[in-house]
């Protein structure tokens, strides 16, 4: 195949479907194995489902690996023998992972010429980059967080390397090359504009969201649903259960939240920790066995995202003790649409989202966590203050409502590129 002679043919095509369909195309490049039941899989998920609402046509493309999901069109790249495996995190596998990527992300553009490039993170970015930009299609950039923080979160990269300045620079330059960027979180607006010195006019938060008919308050659940959902993760009876759901890793704070919840179970012995995630479960569940918290912890395994709404009605209240700062934090909006009051540590994206009805401990401060987390137990208003944050989940954290934003911009982006077009005409 001559790709130079495709991308002009796409280019062509591009340049004269706007005035003649109403389904906008959209490719998005999704550089993570999709689906595989967390984090920024969900966003991708869900900012899909809602545009395909609003009737654009929505393709992804994606590593090898993770799961279909029904009603999406997802292409996967080949990805060789080690190409099935799910990836969280940094890891060298992805470097030529992205590189058969971008080919595939190429080839779908000749073939099905979409008016948009939706790239999430920054390989994504990079490889819009790469692949959209001969064809002159728009980009918008998908930023969740800052790519050399994860990086560092990770334990893959630190800051006194010789090449964490090399890669930051780079990074600010990945952050420059679309034409809009999207971020999950206000606080990640100001760190795009404030650190790495992108355009305001090009920055544009759409936080992320919940999909409260799915993720139902815990108080529309009979009450026999609830015990036998607890016996059946064995969770004996009596106990107030505190749950998380999400990665398990050490920067989303699992080490603090195990070392706190053994300083409450040496006080106090009516209480379970629910911890529902992976990967790492096996070490942490040796963990919190080293602890002496063993018979107090259940670790689950991955959980489908389909199967969070029931699991999480089985919890008192919930936790996320997430020590990233730059990233956003999508487990709240699922705990506050259930209803269940939320202990976080202190940070501006956890307020952002729980704003008043939340509980913040102290940043890294395990004993802070510890009291915080008794606090909510012992509390008499618990239903009161769930109640107040599914109200504030429906009202401030829709995905109808981000689609619709999301789908603006690429109107934007499309007047200025039709308008770019009329001149050089």
Known sequence: MDLGNGVEKARARHQSRAARETGL?????????????????????????????????IEICTYPGGRDIPNLTIHRAPGGRWGNDVRVGSSYHRVYLDGLLTAHVALRIVESAPAIVHAHLHEGALIAWLT???ARIPVVFDFQGSLT?????????ATESPMFRPLRRFERWLDHTAEA????????????????????????????????????????????????????????????????????AEYQGIGHLLRAAAALVARRDDLHFLLMGYPGHERYRDYAAQLGIGDHVTFTGRIPYECAPELLA???????????ETEGNGKLLNYMSVGLPTVAFDGPVGREILG????????GDEASLAREMAALLDSPQRRAIGEALRARAISHFSWDAAGQAILDVYQRLLDRSNRARGHAI
């Open 132 to 134: 959209a930009r001969p």
């Open 356 to 363: 008043d009805g939340g509980r913040f401990a102290a940043h």
């Open 25 to 57: 195309r959209v490719l998005t490049v999704a550089p993570t194995s999709f689906f595989s039941d967390y984090g920024c899989h969900v966003r991708i998920l869900e900012e899909s489902r809602a545009l395909a609402r609003l009737g654009a046509q």
């Open 314 to 324: 089985l919890l008192d209240i919930a936790v996320s003790p997430k020590l990233s």
């Open 149 to 157: 923080s994860e990086m560092v979160d990770h334990g893959f990269l």
């Open 181 to 248: 960027v999207l971020t999950s979180s206000h606080n990640a607006a100001s760190i795009l504009i404030d650190q790495f010195g992108v355009p305001r006019d090009r920055v544009h938060a759409v936080p992320d969201a919940v999909n409260a008919a799915e993720f139902v308050p815990w108080w529309t659940v009979p009450e026999h649903l609830r015990f036998d959902g607890r016996q059946e993760l064995r969770i004996p009876p009596g106990r107030q259960v505190v749950g998380y759901l999400g990665l398990l």
